[in-house]
Every structure is written in C-alpha cells, then in structure tokens.
C-alpha cells in the first residue's frame, strides 16, 4: 500500500483515510468533502475502473439528516464498479447494539438510501460490532458498514472486509480486499 487520500474530520479527532497499492491500481481524487472521499481507481491489470467512496457520517443527531440527504443525493452514474463504506454513524435495525434502542426513523431512512442505490451488504468477516464506548459494562454498536452495486459483485464476486486489530480507536479499521475468482471448492 503506497498512494493514498487523506481528509482529516473537522470536530472529531481521525479523518478519512483510503490507501491502495499502486503497482496495482492507478488512481485520482474524483471528490472529498467532509462526508466522504472518492478515488477513482483503474485496475492495470485489466483495465478496468472502480470507485472507491470512503464515508464517515456525522454522529450528531441534527447533522445525520445532511449526511443521509447527501448520500441519496450522490450522484454515481458515472461510476463503474463502486464500493461505499466507512463510519455511517447509523444502525441498520436494533441488532445493531448490544443493548436496546436506535432511532427507527434513522434506520428507515439509511435502509432506503441502501435500497435506492441497489447496493449489496459486504459482511465483516468475524465481527458483529464495529464500535465499542470501552466502559466497564461496554456499549457496542455496528456503525462501520460497506457496500457495493449489484456490478462490483459480478465483477468481484470474492470481495471481502477484514477487519484489523483496534489499537488507537474505537472504532474497528478494516480491509476491502477484492477478489474476481471464487476458490473452487475441493472435496475430500
């Protein structure tokens, strides 16, 4: 991993961070905002363009709305295979938590965005929660999320998210690692 974009988060400590390796991928800023980073990324071993949105939602209630409002109002057309993923900053219904609650009308409203934009759940490998409070008697949440369109997954079919050790954070940095061949399977 050797290129990458940066855009540090305004009133919050981290930022957004997308780091790719470039003797595999040629890539340019397409957007970056205080939402999200876009790297366009051509693929050299075939030629093939992907974009890469790298989100991190706001986590004030009042702001959520501008982010959700943002996000359905991204346009992608131009956009080949598209991963999106990051800090959403929202739940997708109460099993997100590992204790009771959530905004419903928050969860409806990221749940719609997902819908419009045909996008497909990309799971973290081993990982149910994604963010921890680190008390005594911890509050865990799944806020980190990645998604594709319906086209990454014919092109990637072995894309997964790994998930890192969280050593400076509390939030679970991960991996999209992207894969065009499923293994075939052997039997014994």
């Known amino acids: 991993m050797d290129n990458f974009v940066f855009s540090p988060s305004i009133g919050a400590s981290g930022g957004l961070l997308t780091i790719w390796n470039n003797s595999l991928f040629d890539g340019s800023i397409v957007q970056a905002n205080s939402y999200a980073n876009t790297v366009k990324l051509l693929y050299r071993l075939d030629n093939k363009y992907i974009h890469i949105t ?76 994604t963010w921890s409070n680190m008390q005594a008697d911890p509050l865990l949440v799944k806020l980190d999320w990645v998604f594709t369109s319906s086209s990454w997954t014919l092109s990637f079919p072995a894309t997964f998210v790994q998930p890192l050790s969280k050593p400076l954070s509390v939030h679970i940095p991960f991996v999209l690692r992207i894969g065009s061949k499923i293994p075939k399977s052997v039997q014994v």
């Open 54 to 129: 790298n989100v991190y939602g706001p986590s004030n209630p009042t702001q959520k709305l501008g982010f959700i409002t943002w996000l359905k109002n991204l346009v992608t057309n131009d956009f080949d295979e598209w991963a999106l993923g990051g800090d959403f900053n929202l739940i997708r219904n109460p099993e997100n938590k590992n204790k009771p609650g959530g905004d419903i009308g928050e969860m409806n409203l990221s749940n719609e965005m997902i819908l419009d934009f045909d996008l497909v759940e990309i799971p973290f490998s081993g990982r149910n929660y």
